[in-house]
């Protein structure tokens, strides 16, 4: 009988991240939820944390990965929404407030003390540390409330939850952090927006139509409006470079949920774990696939680096049709056979994979959502069939 679980749950948020991990006894366990989709699936985070038993609606952790709406938009509306009656102990989110202080990264072991060892818009960011300072979340609070980010030349960070649960952080880097300061820096100015400023967030909350209320969602005039309005986006690659990307471990079994980072800094941190855990090649139970497996975020010097059979690929294939059919090659290319593909939607762009005869031929298994809607839930303590 099995009584404890380690359950990593993709939520079906279109072409998002949305993350639940649970762990602990079966009857009670613990959550840390990963990003919260776009604001117009912010529907199905509120469904799922309302079917959460009422003694569990609680965080342990949330982490925003980084600030493109397709991670930050359910966030922005869930900190604002009373409605799911949700406890959330802390919050991991690289902010203006975070970068606008010197970056000197963490190493391991993180100290105690905090001391320094070595359609995407900053707006959301400044949304989101409003709302979350407003419900008295903690933000970074095991960072003492600095940025969140690998220190040069040491192993990357390992943080412990309560109930048995470790994070080692896996990205962003120093450098990254600082594109991302240079690139939002640019924004403000252009947008005119004072970060100092406390009520200009919430003014801008106000009208902003996709963040008033748990109701308002998908297109209308005034979101238009808002977004024709918005400071221009950033670079894409400055955002997802900025990524807070981690390796989950519970009881031996670990996932490796790395947000849209960019893999030369994710390579350089399984790199050192790896040597540090004396592994030629990192051993992990499942990878989620950079930037819904993207081919520009999926390297083959990472697929060298580590020894993985089970891919989880978070999208609907909407706006930026990942993922791409080069990642997905890449992996069943160089990863140990039979590989496990697991898709948390069933659309044009992952429907060709479950082709039996590619199966068969290619050594791998495709699974998805019984129900369109349901999402994927990987019970991580089951093992992976031979
Ligand atoms: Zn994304």
Redesign the pocket.
């Known amino acids: 009988m099995q009584d404890s679980l380690f359950r990593v749950e993709l939520l079906p948020v279109r ?3 949305c993350i639940l991990l649970s762990w602990g006894p079966s009857q009670s366990p613990r959550h840390l939820l990963i990003d919260g989709g776009p604001h117009t699936a912010y529907e199905t985070l509120r469904q799922r944390l309302r079917g959460l038993p009422a003694a569990q609606r609680r965080l342990e952790l949330l982490v925003v990965s980084h600030i ?1 709406n ?2 930050i938009g359910g966030i922005v509306r869930l900190l604002g929404d009373p409605e799911p009656g949700l406890e959330i102990e802390e919050l991991w989110f690289n902010g203006w407030e975070q970068l606008s202080q010197p970056l000197h990264g963490f190493g391991q072991p993180p100290q105690a003390q905090g001391q320094p060892a070595g359609e995407r818009s900053p707006m959301e960011g400044h949304y989101l540390a409003h709302r979350s300072a407003r419900r008295g979340v903690p933000l970074n609070r095991t960072f003492d409330g600095k940025a969140i980010c690998l220190a040069k030349g040491l192993e990357p960070p390992r943080i412990e939850l309560d109930g048995g649960l470790s994070l080692t952080l896996l990205s962003p880097s120093i450098d990254k952090l600082k594109d991302l300061r240079e690139a939002w820096d640019g924004k403000l100015t252009k947008a005119r927006f004072d970060p100092l400023d406390r009520d200009a967030a919430e003014r801008r909350l106000q009208a902003d139509r996709r963040y008033r209320g748990a109701e308002s969602a998908g297109l209308s005039p005034g979101l238009l409006h808002d977004l024709a309005h918005m400071a221009p986006v950033l670079d894409e690659a400055v955002a ?1 470079g900025s990524s807070i990307a981690l390796l989950a471990e519970y009881q031996g079994v670990r996932c490796a949920l790395l ?2 980072a960019h893999m030369r800094v994710v390579e350089d941190a399984i790199r050192r774990i790896a040597r540090s855990r004396g592994e030629t090649r990192l051993r992990l139970d499942a990878v989620k696939l950079s ?2 497996g993207s081919k520009g975020n999926l390297s083959d010097a990472f697929l060298r680096l580590i020894d993985c059979r089970r891919f989880l690929v978070s999208t609907d294939g909407s706006q930026f049709g990942h993922p791409d059919d080069e990642a997905i090659a890449r992996v069943l290319a160089l990863a140990p056979k039979p590989v496990h593909l697991v898709f948390n939607h069933r659309c044009d762009r992952t429907r060709g994979w479950e082709d039996q005869g590619l199966q068969h031929t290619l050594g791998y298994e495709a699974h998805y959502p019984a129900t369109e809607g349901m999402g994927a839930v990987v019970d991580m303590l089951a093992g992976i069939p031979a």
Do not use: R, S, T, V
């Open positions: 072409h998002g991240d493109d397709d991670h997802n947000a849209d930037h819904h």
